[in-house]
């Protein structure tokens, strides 16, 4: 685990592109409120076969004028070389510096994969077209994907598109920072060599929860789940256990290594901030972790 601690800690947010002018509106204070907190990015994710493309452009670029670094997430599946050299065009001239490179989903009905298969694909097509323009972020399993047919698979996969070109990996969010450490002493003894930062999913409401950790395969704790299920509808407990027992688990990825956190913000602040707030994260130049 050591080798992480030679990366400089990096600290982010995600969002998700808004449907509505009233939530593009509410993005933009979520947005303003964290960017007090000066992160290193934002990113901003894109639906399955980039069916919210056209909303994750207009959110990335109108956040990224705004002076933090925003991150568009980049998927393959559906799409042709073509849609996505012009796509990554377009992020360059407009300042666009980091990409979040994915395989995505189809979306129901939709049977062609596109031209690219996999997200290590993608990666290798990202340097084919725009060289060492883009810091190319990709996706990490500590509990493995929900599709991976075992967990050396999981890994080999996730070798691939280090090799193809990756520069630092994001993970899927989990409550046992177990999960974590373990992936990356595997990870490393198969020569990963980038910064490896764990996705942290704020705990506010239990029933979405576990619907999300159903759906990519994270796996909640059974003392957690318990007592999510013990606080019933009374949400003001649910987000202050929550925010106690997600905070203990970043102190301790933080404290053995980990190169910095990325959370999963839901498009809410709150949350987030509890968490960084518990951390001591406007200081973090001055914290020895």
């Known amino acids: ?43 901003v994710t894109y639906g399955a076969g980039g069916s919210t493309q056209e909303r994750t452009i207009d959110t990335v670029l109108t956040l990224h004028k705004q002076g933090i670094s925003t991150a568009p997430h980049l998927s393959c599946i559906g799409a042709t070389r073509k849609t996505l050299g012009d796509l990554l065009d ?39 077209h725009s060289g060492e323009h883009f810091n190319i972020e990709v996706a ?10 075992s967990a050396e698979a999981d890994l080999i996969n996730f070798k691939r598109k280090v090799d193809a070109g990756a520069n630092s990996a994001i993970t899927q969010y989990f409550f046992n920072a177990d999960s974590y450490f373990y992936f990356v002493d595997r990870a ?20 979405n929860l576990v619907r999300f950790s ?43 290594g980990a190169p910095g956190l990325h959370f999963y913000t839901l498009n809410q602040a709150e949350a987030s901030l509890s968490i960084w707030n518990n951390l001591g994260l406007d200081d973090r130049e001055k914290i020895a972790f």
């Not at 198969?190 to 490896?196: A, E, F, H, K, Q």
């Not at 003392?223 to 688990?249: C, H, P």
């Open 140 to 149: 990490a399993y500590p509990e493995f994907h929900p599709q991976a047919p």
């Open 90 to 128: 377009l992020y360059k001239s407009n300042g666009v510096n980091r990409i979040v490179a994915l395989r995505g989903d189809l979306p129901s009905g939709m049977g062609a994969h596109g031209e690219l298969r996999y997200a290590n694909d993608l990666v290798a097509f990202i340097r084919e």
């Open 214 to 256: 159903d759906m990519c395969g994270a796996e909640i704790p059974r003392w957690i789940r318990k007592q999510l299920e013990a606080y019933g509808d009374d949400s003001n407990s649910i987000q202050q256990f929550g925010t106690e027992v997600v905070s203990k688990m970043c102190e301790t990825l933080l404290n053995q």
């Open 1 to 43: 685990m050591n080798s992480q601690k030679q990366f400089k800690r990096r600290f982010s947010f995600e969002f998700f592109p808004p449907k509505t002018p009233a939530g593009m509106e509410k993005l933009q204070t979520v947005r303003d409120t964290l960017a007090t907190h000066q992160p290193d990015f934002f990113s």
């Open 188 to 207: 490393e003894k198969m020569g990963v060599n980038i910064p490896l930062v764990p996705g942290i999913m704020p705990i506010t409401n239990y029933s």
